[in-house]
């Protein structure tokens, strides 16, 4: 009974308040309260009624929102390192290993030369599954302990990639860091050995990576394809690795790699014509190139934009955005870009991005 009377009440309000608008209209609006009043429990269940069938259809639309697909958050590349990323991961990290292998002296006589290389292994490592592997190179004044992988606590390259595969940002997969210098490490060849590296990564650091982990080639010691599993390797550096990744990756090895990366390529880099003839002409395709050279590079923004920067426009196998990036930001020559390349690489690589 409240609920009538009080609608009652309202309508009768509403009633005389339209009176002293319209005087010409009394009667109707009398004949109008005395229905809603003799009506109001049907109007009730009316309403009530409305209310469910209203409830079924914001069902049904909320269900039909929840089934159309969530489009993707598009892929950026970071400007900095998040300060999470390099800190050691709370759970279980990776593991590193030091392994030495036998190569030649490919400047010398080409005497069997034993040569050292750090690996980094996912958590988790597990013989019976397959990884893909990166092979990091260093710059002209380091070696095998240059990306620090010779310290496994305050190794930078374990932290940022303990972060990614522990938060999922990324499939695990190996990384090596080896010496790139093709010689025995006596020798003084200047730096004609950088530029003869192509041949024991060849015949001598892949077939052996392949042989001692798990990844995605069969190996055979009398001979296998290693095209077959192009797809499944990455070639990256600094400096003078970001020159071999280009002069050797792309330009010797293209059927050996398919994933780039060029941190500050140093001078004596191909330029981007040669690069786009070689990359063009090639049998085989490029799932990324990735690129970045600090803007106050004194000693390799030259020759890294020569290199990179207009790559997409004299290649018509390069697009821009889709498997090839030039990244400039403020900085030098120095591990600020190249760990900013190395995180923004590692998660691009062996992607569908």
Known sequence: MKKKYLFLSLVLTVGLLGGCGNTAQPQEESKIEVSVVASTEESSESLESSQEESSVTEESSSTEESSVPQEEEEFTFATMVPSKYITAYSGEGGTIELITYMAKDYIGEGEDVEKKAYVYLPAGYDASKQYNVLYLMHGIGGSEVEWGLNNEKSSRV????????????????????????????????????????????????????????????????????????????????????????????????????????????????????????VIDASDYTIDYFYNICGTEDNIAYASASGAAKSLAFFSERMTDGENFTWQEKAGGHDFNIWYLGFYNFARVAFTEK
Request: proline share 4%; glycine share 10%; charged share 15%.
């Open 158 to 277: 374990k932290k940022i990639m303990d972060n990614l595969i522990g938060n999922g940002d990324i499939e695990p997969f190996i990384v090596v860091t080896p010496n790139g210098r093709a010689m025995a490490n006596q020798n003084n060849g200047g730096n004609d050995p950088f530029y003869l590296f192509g041949l024991e990564l060849r015949n001598d650091l892949i077939p052996y990576m392949e042989s001692h982990y798990s990844t995605y080639a069969q190996y055979d010691e009398n001979g296998y394809d290693l095209t077959a599993t192009r797809t499944h390797r990455a070639m990256a550096g600094l400096s003078m690795g970001g020159m071999q990744t280009i002069n050797i990756g792309i330009c010797e090895c293209m059927d050996l790699f398919s994933w780039y990366g060029a941190f500050s390529a140093a001078p004596t880099s191909y330029t981007a014509t040669k690069v786009a003839e």
